[in-house]
């Protein structure tokens, strides 16, 4: 049987590391491969390498900080206001029919990188969830992380 979608389990399946990947991200500027979309001096928007689906975004303070009690006041409100801008761009671009939104806030919660804080923004369409994680062992997504990319970056 061929897998469609492989990147999660490359994720799962990845050794642990003491690097945090929104740090890396945070102070990667704008190098090729860099899957930041926008940057602001307190917080970045940045496509999940390892999507739920097309879409998938991350909304994290630049600041390496895990509890949202932590968080300054400047940084809660951009945090809100980018996750704002980030659910504009992707109705402009991909038309979702609603989205998921949250955080996992601890290790016991299911935070992949319990400390730095991060929303996720999961953009989604009736039927998007069929058979073929269930029966074919695959996820389908429409389109490359890269098109992805392209598609939402002219619009932050």
Same mark, same amino acid.
């Given at each position: 049987?061929?897998?469609?979608?492989?990147?999660?389990?490359?994720?799962?399946?990845?050794?642990?590391?003491?690097?945090?990947?929104?740090?890396?991200?945070?102070?990667?500027?704008?190098?090729?491969?860099?899957?930041?979309?926008?940057?602001?001096?307190?917080?970045?928007?940045?496509?999940?390498?390892?999507?739920?689906?097309?879409?998938?975004?991350?909304?994290?303070?630049? &600041?390496?900080? $895990?509890?949202?009690?932590?968080?300054?006041?400047?940084?809660? %409100?951009? /945090?809100?206001?980018? @996750? *704002?801008?980030?659910?504009?761009?992707?109705?402009?671009?991909?038309?979702?029919?609603?989205?998921?939104?949250?955080?996992?806030?601890?290790?016991?919660?299911?935070?992949?990188?319990?400390?730095?804080?991060?929303?996720?923004?999961?953009? &989604?369409?009736? $039927?998007?969830?069929?058979?073929?994680?269930?029966?074919?062992? %695959?996820? /389908?997504?429409?389109? @490359? *992380?890269?098109?992805?990319?392209?598609?939402?970056?002219?619009?932050?």
């Amino acid at each position: 049987m061929e897998r469609l979608f492989r990147q999660r389990m490359d994720y799962l399946r990845s050794a642990p590391s003491d690097e945090c990947f929104l740090c890396a991200d945070a102070s990667a500027g704008d190098l090729p491969g860099s899957l930041v979309l926008y940057r602001t001096d307190l917080c970045l928007v940045v496509l999940n390498r390892f999507p739920y689906n097309t879409g998938h975004l991350l909304i994290s303070p630049l &600041r390496h900080v $895990g509890a949202l009690e932590d968080l300054t006041t400047e940084e809660r %409100s951009e /945090v809100m206001e980018l @996750t *704002l801008r980030a659910i504009e761009a992707l109705k402009a671009s991909m038309s979702p029919e609603g989205f998921n939104l949250g955080a996992n806030l601890g290790a016991a919660a299911g935070a992949g990188v319990p400390g730095h804080l991060h929303m996720h923004l999961v953009p &989604r369409w009736s $039927g998007d969830t069929n058979f073929m994680p269930v029966v074919g062992e %695959s996820k /389908v997504l429409p389109e @490359t *992380l890269e098109q992805t990319y392209t598609r939402l970056r002219s619009l932050f």
